[in-house]
């Protein structure tokens, strides 16, 4: 049973991982400065700056003792949250990336949600793009100008669990998060190169937390994209989505949801050999692609692996990668998702 607090004394925890984004810190510091929920507290973690990073924070503290500063060695986003996470003393936790904001009624109407509703454990919000220069600003997704990122998934098991599996429906700025939420499924997994926030949710979704999606004016979270943004590098991306559909397998629910994530780590291995193609490397992308004989699936995708590599002197790097890239989902798989 939950202890409710009331909307307006509940404490907000805002963690904020920062490496060398000095320059773009202080817009997200300003947006908690907005917010209309008073009751905040903002650890900004450090994560080992050579900028000006820690004298833009020290600014912040010295104006609003609500703003708090900890520093550490360069270990990654996830430890820098896990840092935050164990100093911060409020009964929910938002996520702000350092070069992103939220609107300014998003922790109060977050918070109001979850004091009214004592069975959501997350609720969020969606999310609008934006670049550098504020000339691009949207509600969708960055590989579509018309494709909804967000697919407004609601509830708990297999519903969010499926959702969750197909792509990462939250940015890590979306959520609001209860305390008793975050000490179930634990810390970010430090050992992840990328997509540690998508393994996190998860995790949440396999303990049985309930996901509900709000849409309401002023709430969004804002999300730069920028040269140096780590969406940037598909590579990485990859890599990392390998590396988190294996841990993935290993808190996946039921059979169901494992044929899931098994489903999408051969995808992803696939998908490395073909941007391997694409820079130059096929037997390096065909030694990492998926293993021959395990699966229908796996010795589809093999097969495609081995077809790219015969048609490569034939009709180019490039395009048999964007052929590669063009993997559909299995019977199996859809019917899991449809229920």
Same mark, same amino acid.
């Given at each position: 049973? =939950? ?5 307006? %004394? ?13 320059? &773009? ?10 917010? %209309? ?40 986003? %996830? ?5 935050? $996470? ?8 938002? &996520? #702000? ?113 309930? &996901? ?11 999300? =730069? ?20 559909? =294996? ?39 065909? #030694? ?5 004989? #395990? ?8 097969? =495609? ?31 899991? $998702?449809?229920?």
């Amino acid at each position: 049973m =939950r202890t409710v607090t009331s909307t307006s %004394s509940a404490l907000v925890t805002v963690i904020v991982p920062c490496f060398n984004y000095g320059h &773009f810190l202080p817009e997200a510091l300003e947006s908690l400065s907005r917010q %209309s929920h008073p009751r905040w507290e903002c650890i900004v973690v450090d994560d080992g700056s050579t900028d000006d990073t820690q004298a833009v924070v020290q600014s912040y503290v010295r104006r609003d003792p609500r703003y708090h500063y900890m520093h550490q060695h360069h270990r990654g986003l %996830s430890a820098a949250r896990n840092l935050g $996470i164990r100093a911060g003393r409020g009964e929910y936790f938002q &996520f #702000l990336d350092a070069d992103d904001l939220i609107e300014p009624r998003k922790l109060e109407r977050h918070v109001r949600h979850l004091a009214e509703h004592e069975e959501v454990g997350i609720v969020y919000s969606p999310v609008r793009y934006f670049t550098t220069t504020g000339s691009r600003e949207r509600r969708y997704s960055m590989r579509e100008p018309d494709e909804p990122w967000m697919p407004q998934t609601s509830g708990r098991g297999r519903p969010v669990i499926s959702a969750i599996a197909r792509d990462n429906f939250m940015a890590v700025n979306c959520p609001l998060v209860r305390r008793d939420v975050t000490a179930l499924a634990g810390g970010f997994d430090e050992t992840l190169p990328a997509l540690e926030d998508w393994e996190y949710w998860i995790r949440c979704a396999a303990q049985g937390t309930w &996901f509900q999606y709000l849409d309401e004016p002023d709430t969004y979270a804002l999300v =730069r994209h920028h040269a140096a943004s780590m969406s940037n590098d598909s590579m990485r991306m990859t890599r990392g989505l390998i590396a988190l559909c =294996r841990q993935a397998l290993r808190s996946a629910p039921d059979a169901g949801a494992r044929a899931l994530f098994a489903w999408r780590l051969a995808s992803a291995r696939h998908n490395l050999y073909a941007l391997q193609l694409r820079k130059g490397m096929p037997v390096r992308g065909l #030694l990492n692609g998926p293993a021959l004989g #395990l699966s229908e699936t796996r010795y589809r995708l093999s097969l =495609r692996c081995l077809l790219g590599l015969a048609l490569l002197p034939l009709i180019g790097r490039r395009r048999v990668a964007d052929l590669l890239l063009e993997v559909s989902w299995s019977r199996s798989i859809r019917s899991y $998702i449809s229920g």
